[in-house]
Nanobody
Framework: QVQLVESGGGSVQAGGSLRLSCAAS????????MGWFRQAPGKEREGVAA???????VHADSVKGRFTISFDNAENILYLQMNSLEPEDTATYSC??????????????????WGQGTQVTVSS
């Protein structure tokens, strides 16, 4: 089983930046579709960004132009660069991996392995 660990969350003021990281503590995440998802208390989990085959990426409309997903092939680390953060971005952010290699997608049910999440809090 693939086990994922996120890091980089924290508390920032609106307009600030954070970079989240996701690495496999067990197994491998190379050549796997991966994504970032977030969930605020009382709300459904939503897709934030995903990366897939050939480095294709997709970002939710709410974060386009502000967040960027990337994958470091040398270190096998997934990143989410978060700029111009807004209070609405406050949530627990989780990374996910799928045992497949296709174009990027944001459907949470297309992922099999999940990290425990890292908290991001944006204050105004």
């Amino acid at each position: 089983q693939v086990q994922l660990v996120e890091s980089g969350g924290g508390s920032v003021q609106a307009g600030g930046s954070l970079r989240l990281s996701c690495a496999a503590s067990r197994g491998t995440i190379n050549r796997k579709n991966m994504g970032w998802f977030r969930q605020a208390p009382g709300k459904e989990r939503e897709g934030v960004a995903a990366i897939g085959k050939y480095g294709t990426t997709v970002h939710a409309d709410s974060v386009k132009g502000r967040f960027t997903i990337s994958f470091d092939n040398a270190e096998n680390i997934l990143y989410l660069q978060m700029n111009s953060l807004e209070p609405e971005d406050t949530a627990t952010y989780s990374c996910a991996a799928a045992d497949r290699w296709v174009g990027a997608y944001l459907n949470q049910y297309g992922y099999s392995f999940w990290g425990q999440g890292t908290q991001v809090t944006v204050s105004s």
